[in-house]
T-cell receptor
Framework: SAVISQKPSRDICQRGTSLTIQCQVDSQVTMMFWYRQQPGQSLTLIATANQGSEATYESGFVIDKFPISRPNLTFSTLTVSNMSPEDSSIYLC????????????FGQGTRLTVV | AQRVTQPEKLLSVFKGAPVELKCNYSYSGSPELFWYVQYSRQRLQLLLRHISRESIKGFTADLNKGETSFHLKKPFAQEEDSAMYYCALDAGGTSYGKLTFGQGTILTVHP
């Protein structure tokens, strides 16, 4: 199993500012994922954070808006840049599942409100 | 692109009644299907996956490739089953590890 610590758990931010969310895993993992859950919506994958290379972004998400760092195999950050009220969501960090071997584990989420 | 559909946003049953949470998917390959659950004030966690064919907390789910469905069932619901349930798909290949989620179903089990 993997234990994921994500912080902050919640924040209220002013529009135009940036927030960096941290994700710490208690074991080394190859891939980490960042998801967004907008109010009343399902989870949507933002990007895959790969150690030693640039993150891979899904359609509709760009690096300038959501820069990601992955300095080592246990840690990643997601920054939400130049925030607007539309960025108000829950952001989740996840360690990906390995086929047939392990399940996907999730952080507790960061509830972001942009005012 | 793959898609997961959970047609019911809300589902209410009484304790002891059978419950079925529906999940349909669209994907041309051979996906892996999962059910994740989020209890109140807890993080998202795996309930079961189709490859293991397990029964977890009395829940079962069978992958029906013909109907592209992966419905979650429990013969006798309990109050502690009240939670948000997500059906998820892993397309594998170059997308391996990335999950596509359904919209989620809030299950409420009344006493």
């Amino acid at each position: 199993s993997a234990v994921i610590s994500q912080k902050p758990s919640r924040d209220i931010c002013q529009r135009g500012t940036s927030l960096t969310i941290q994700c710490q895993v208690d074991s080394q993992v190859t891939m980490m994922f960042w998801y967004r859950q907008q109010p009343g919506q399902s989870l949507t994958l933002i990007a895959t954070a790969n150690q030693g290379s640039e993150a891979t972004y899904e359609s509709g998400f760009v690096i300038d808006k959501f820069p990601i760092s992955r300095p080592n195999l246990t840690f990643s950050t997601l920054t939400v840049s130049n925030m607007s009220p539309e960025d108000s969501s829950i952001y989740l960090c996840s360690v990906g599942a390995v086929r047939g071997d392990t399940e996907a584990f999730f952080g507790q989420g960061t509830r972001l409100t942009v005012v | 692109a793959q898609r997961v559909t959970q047609p019911e946003k809300l589902l209410s049953v009484f304790k002891g009644a059978p419950v079925e949470l529906k999940c349909n998917y669209s994907y041309s390959g051979s996906p892996e299907l999962f059910w994740y659950v989020q209890y109140s004030r807890q993080r998202l966690q795996l309930l079961l996956r189709h490859i293991s064919r397990e029964s977890i907390k009395g829940f079962t789910a069978d992958l029906n490739k013909g109907e592209t469905s992966f419905h979650l069932k429990k013969p006798f619901a309990q109050e502690e089953d009240s939670a948000m349930y997500y059906c998820a798909l892993d397309a594998g290949g170059t997308s391996y590890g990335k999950l596509t989620f359904g919209q989620g179903t809030i299950l409420t089990v009344h006493p």
